[in-house]
DNA sequence: AGCAGGACCTGATGGC
DNA sequence: TGCCATCAGGTCCTGC
């Protein structure tokens, strides 16, 4: 699942081959994810821009065009956008295929058809709910303590629930927020304002700690995930909970747990975690 | 308002 | 072997 660390290694990788790139043609194989346009419109308007930079707001991977507009994409679950300096490989899920001037292209393909891919004319961004919504990016200076500590406050919601809502903090997926609770020691399922000071500090550190550590891994691949180029990611070496129920808790040595916390499947150790 | 749970989608997996 | 049910999860939507 492309979360945060994986939505910035795609934009990073893109950033050193994409700047400057001129769209010249957008195949549409399947147009179930192009929105507010008809795929064929979006297509037209994409033809003759240039691409002059890369962004990211939480999961959404962002490329700003030359003429203000921007290509803003969520790959949920399983989306995968790789590039190719010629012949782009595509298989039965492939839906878009971006064809660049200089014969490169970006293909954008999606098992279960739950990505989408918005353009957006300039300051746009509010046509998309789930993003004018987001809150601070985990890893920016917005996203300090004292506002972690407010938002924690008097929310009746698992721990969990909170870390996995976008406008609390903009990033977080399942498999991070059960290993940024397990690096924290807090139980997923315990209600946000019950932590005590030294548990939010804890979980606040932990969010970065996490999240930094996975982005210089590539990212988790646990089964769909592929970086810009096809590869996958090297942190789920790293994991210590997620898809591990059965194994030793690498602090403490307890049997890992699964469960079911807002609504998700959920790994803890049942010792170490409180 | 805040919260919980279902819908969306398809491939992998497990039971019989 | 084949068929069917279940599960995976990010976001949006509905209803309590």
Redesign the pocket.
Same mark, same amino acid.
């Given at each position: 699942?492309p979360?945060l660390p994986e939505v910035e290694t795609i934009r990073r990788d893109l950033d050193a081959v994409l700047l400057e790139q001129i769209f010249s043609r957008v195949e549409i194989i399947y147009p179930g994810p192009v929105r507010p346009l008809s795929a064929e419109q979006f297509a037209e308007k994409l033809a003759g821009k240039k691409i002059i930079s890369t962004g990211r707001r939480?999961?959404y991977l962002l490329l700003n065009l030359d003429d203000g507009s921007v290509i803003a994409f969520?790959l949920?679950?399983t989306g995968r956008l790789v590039f190719a300096r010629q012949e782009c490989a595509r298989d039965?899920h492939t839906h878009l295929v971006f064809h660049f001037a200089d014969g490169s292209c970006l293909t954008f393909s999606d098992?279960?058809?739950?990505g989408t891919i918005w353009l957006l004319s300039t300051g746009g961004a509010d046509q998309?709910? !789930?993003l004018s919504a987001l809150g601070p990016e985990p890893l920016s200076g917005d996203f300090h303590f004292p506002y972690l500590d407010r938002a924690l406050e008097k929310?009746?919601?698992?721990v969990k629930?909170l870390l996995?809502d976008?406008r609390v903090v903009a990033g977080l997926?399942?498999?991070y927020a059960d290993e940024v609770l397990h690096r924290a020691c807090i139980r997923p399922e315990r209600k946000a304002r019950s932590l005590g000071r030294e548990e939010r500090i804890v979980l606040f550190l932990a969010i970065r700690e996490v999240l930094e550590e996975a982005i210089s891994c590539r990212g988790t691949t646990v089964s769909d995930y592929r970086d810009a180029s096809g590869s996958s990611g090297m942190f789920q070496e790293r994991l210590r909970v997620y898809g591990r129920r059965g194994e030793l808790c690498s602090r403490c040595g307890e049997v890992i747990c699964r469960s079911c916390v807002a !609504?998700?499947?959920t790994y803890y150790c049942p010792r170490c975690q409180k």
């Open positions: 699942m979360e939480g999961k969520h949920r679950m039965k098992v279960r058809k739950f998309i709910p !789930g929310r009746a919601v698992s629930a996995l976008q997926g399942n498999i !609504g998700r499947g």
